[in-house]
C-alpha cells in the first residue's frame, strides 16, 4: 500500500471518529421489541382508558334508561287522565236536571248547581258569587263527594202526566159554590204508567216529576232577581202504584220554589201546589232518572295515604258497588266559571 493510501484511510477514519452523527449513534440503546405484547405501563393506561369510557357510556344509559321510563310514565298518566276525564264529562252531561234541584255546597258555601238564565252572570254585583267552584280533597273538613241527577238511558225520555190521573173525582156537588171531592190514589192509578212506559214504572226506580215553570219567592212584596229561579219538584222512588219521597239528607231541594216553607213530600202535596199555565190546568212532566256521585275514598298506595276516585249510583237507599275512575290522585276540581251556564270544567290533582 503506498503511502498516500495510508494517509487516505486515517483521514477516513478520523472523520467517522469525530462526526456528531456518528457519535449520536455510538451513545443510543437499543429499543425494546414490540414482539412481547405491551408493557406494564401501557396495559395500566389503556386499562384505566377503558374503564373510564366504560362508566361514562354506563351513566349515559342509565340516564337515558330513567329518562325513558319517567317520559313513559308521564306519557301513561296523561293517557289514563284524559280517558278518566273523558269519562266523568260523558256522566255530566246529563246532570241537566240537577241544576237548582240539589244542594250540592261547594269550597264557598254557594250551592254548586245554582243557574241563572234570565240574567248574565256579569250583572251579579258581587263577584265571586259569579262563579262556582267544587274541590274534593282528603284534607281535614274537606268535600269528598259531588252527587247529581242523571237520564243514563236515552231511550227513558220524560212524558207528559195528567196530574188528574192521580185522584178519584167524586160526583159533582148539587152547590156550585162548594167544591168537589177528590181523592187521591197514586201516580200510577188505573195503570196509567205503566201502560204508557212499562221500563220507567218499575219498583224501586227513581223518578222526578217536576213542573216547567221557573218562579222566584217573592219577599217583602219583592223578587230577588239575582236568586236562582226554581222549579216545583217531587223526587222518588217507584213503590206499588205511587212514588216514595226520597229526600237524602236534605240533598234534594223539595221546598216550593214560591214558598220556601211548604215542602212538598208527597205527590199529593205537589199536585195540589202546582202553578197553573195561562189558566186552571197545571203541567208536569214525569222523567225517569238515576243518582250518581263522585267520591273520593281514602286508600294506600306504596305506604302512602292518596285518593281514588270513584262512580257510584243510588238504588235503593243505598250507593252501589264502585267503578274506579282514578286509582292514585290528590283531588280533583270542579269549575263553572259563570252561574249563567251549565258548563262544568274538570281538573285532576296528580298525586
Keep these: 500500500m503506498t503511502q498516500k493510501a495510508l494517509r487516505e484511510m486515517m483521514s477516513m477514519n478520523a472523520n467517522q471518529a469525530t462526526h456528531p452523527l456518528a457519535r449520536a449513534k455510538c451513545l443510543r440503546r437499543p429499543r425494546a421489541s414490540n414482539a412481547q405484547g405491551f408493557s406494564m405501563v401501557e396495559l395500566i393506561?389503556?386499562?384505566?382508558?377503558?374503564?373510564?369510557?366504560?362508566?361514562?357510556?354506563?351513566?349515559?344509559?342509565?340516564?337515558?334508561?330513567?329518562?325513558?321510563?319517567?317520559?313513559?310514565?308521564?306519557?301513561?298518566?296523561?293517557?289514563?287522565f284524559s280517558i278518566g276525564i273523558r269519562e266523568m264529562v260523558n256522566l255530566l252531561r246529563k246532570s241537566a236536571l240537577s241544576y237548582n234541584n240539589l244542594i250540592v255546597q261547594d269550597d264557598n258555601g254557594r250551592n254548586f248547581f245554582d243557574l241563572i238564565t234570565d240574567i248574565t252572570a256579569t250583572q251579579i254585583p258581587d263577584i265571586s258569587a259569579r262563579s262556582r267552584r267544587l274541590t274534593l280533597s282528603l284534607a281535614p273538613g274537606g268535600i269528598t263527594q259531588l252527587v247529581f241527577i242523571f237520564n243514563d238511558d236515552p231511550a227513558s225520555q220524560g212524558f207528559l202526566y195528567n196530574p188528574i190521573d192521580a185522584y178519584n173525582v167524586g160526583p159533582p156537588p148539587g152547590n156550585l159554590d162548594v167544591s168537589g171531592a177528590i181523592n187521591y190514589r197514586g201516580i200510577n192509578a188505573d195503570n196509567v204508567v205503566a201502560a204508557r212506559a212499562p221500563g220507567v214504572w218499575r219498583q224501586g226506580n227513581l223518578v222526578l216529576l217536576f213542573s216547567p215553570i221557573p218562579l222566584r219567592e217573592m219577599i217583602g212584596g219583592t223578587v230577588d232577581v239575582f236568586t236562582p229561579p226554581r222549579n216545583a219538584i217531587y223526587f222518588g222512588r217507584v213503590r206499588g202504584d205511587d212514588v216514595e219521597h226520597v229526600s237524602l239528607g236534605g240533598l234534594i231541594r223539595n221546598t216550593h220554589p214560591a214558598k220556601a216553607s211548604l215542602v212538598l213530600d208527597s205527590g199529593d202535596k205537589f199536585f195540589r201546589n202546582l202553578p197553573s199555565i195561562g189558566g186552571s190546568s197545571p203541567m208536569v212532566i214525569l222523567q225517569p232518572v238515576g243518582l250518581l256521585r263522585?267520591?273520593?275514598?281514602?286508600?294506600?298506595?306504596?305506604?302512602?295515604?292518596?285518593?281514588?276516585?270513584?262512580?257510584?249510583t243510588y238504588s235503593e237507599g243505598a250507593w252501589s258497588d264502585a267503578s274506579v275512575v282514578f286509582p292514585d290522585i290528590k283531588g280533583v276540581v270542579f269549575k263553572r266559571e259563570l252561574i249563567s251556564t251549565p258548563q262544568i270544567s274538570i281538573q285532576v290533582i296528580p298525586r
Design 45 to 80: 393506561v389503556a386499562v384505566g382508558v377503558a374503564v373510564t369510557v366504560v362508566l361514562i357510556a354506563s351513566s349515559v344509559l342509565y340516564e337515558l334508561q330513567n329518562s325513558s321510563n319517567r317520559l313513559r310514565k308521564a306519557m301513561d298518566q296523561e293517557i289514563d
Design 294 to 312: 263522585f267520591y273520593l275514598m281514602p286508600t294506600t298506595v306504596s305506604g302512602a295515604v292518596t285518593g281514588r276516585l270513584i262512580t257510584q
